[in-house]
T-cell receptor, first 113, second 115 residues
Framework: GNSVTQMEGPVTLSEEAFLTINCTYTATGYPSLFWYVQYPGEGLQLLLKATKADDKGSNKGFEATYRKETTSFHLEKGSVQVSDSAVYFCALSHTGANSKLTFGKGITLSVRP | EAGVVQSPRYKIIEKKQPVAFWCNPISGHNTLYWYRQNLGQGPELLIRYENEEAVDDSQLPKDRFSAERLKGVDSTLKIQPAELGDSAVYLC?????????????FGPGTRLTVT
């Protein structure tokens, strides 16, 4: 079956530090890959997505590249801000009849001033 | 445009009591999902609707959980009777079912505590 594995957390960084959050997946076929973010007290929000191999998703300074050869979708940001403090979830989905999202466990990011 | 609306936001009940959660999806979204998120975990799908039809309820514990989506718009998820292990956040999401049919928009969730 499908599964998503995220690196263990939590992660604490200083403002303007470089961020990498690892995500690998196991799936049949060619899933779409996502990063969702959950800010304190808010619902899950789609941060970025990639729908095929070598696609790069980007949003708000965050980037992730769909690497089929390594089955990975690592999230990166060059310079984090305090406002990036949140829980980040990697997820995958297939279109059509199997369109449920399979999530990783999530990782908490805390950015200190 | 309004997002996915859920109520209540918080609910505390004693075990063996019934509880119900309500979801209003984004207008025009045909697909509706209910997920359960346990503490420290990612959400897991309970049931997916296409319009008023439940097309994937394989993960719904049918002995105590039930759901309905009358008229293919609002949905209600019910637990009867609740158990201690049901304490979690219950998330509703909706999607358009179009070319971006994999995109889902989440509500704020209902945090259930069973004592």
């Amino acid at each position: 079956g499908n599964s998503v594995t995220q690196m263990e957390g939590p992660v604490t960084l200083s403002e303007e530090a470089f961020l990498t959050i690892n995500c690998t997946y196991t799936a049949t076929g060619y899933p779409s890959l996502f990063w969702y973010v959950q800010y304190p007290g808010e619902g899950l929000q789609l941060l970025l997505k990639a729908t095929k191999a070598d696609d790069k998703g980007s949003n708000k300074g965050f980037e992730a590249t769909y690497r089929k050869e390594t089955t990975s979708f690592h999230l990166e940001k060059g310079s984090v801000q305090v406002s990036d403090s949140a829980v980040y979830f990697c997820a995958l989905s297939h279109t059509g009849a199997n369109s449920k999202l399979t999530f990783g466990k999530g990782i908490t990011l805390s950015v200190r001033p | 445009e309004a997002g996915v609306v859920q109520s209540p936001r918080y609910k505390i009940i004693e075990k063996k009591q019934p509880v119900a959660f309500w979801c209003n999806p984004i207008s025009g979204h045909n697909t509706l999902y209910w997920y359960r998120q346990n503490l420290g975990q990612g959400p897991e799908l309970l049931i997916r609707y296409e319009n008023e039809e439940a097309v994937d309820d394989s993960q719904l514990p049918k002995d105590r959980f039930s759901a309905e989506r009358l008229k293919g718009v609002d949905s209600t998820l019910k637990i009867q009777p609740a158990e201690l292990g049901d304490s979690a956040v219950y998330l509703c999401a909706s999607g358009s079912g179009g070319t971006d049919s994999y995109e889902q928009y989440f509500g704020p969730g209902t945090r259930l505590t069973v004592t």
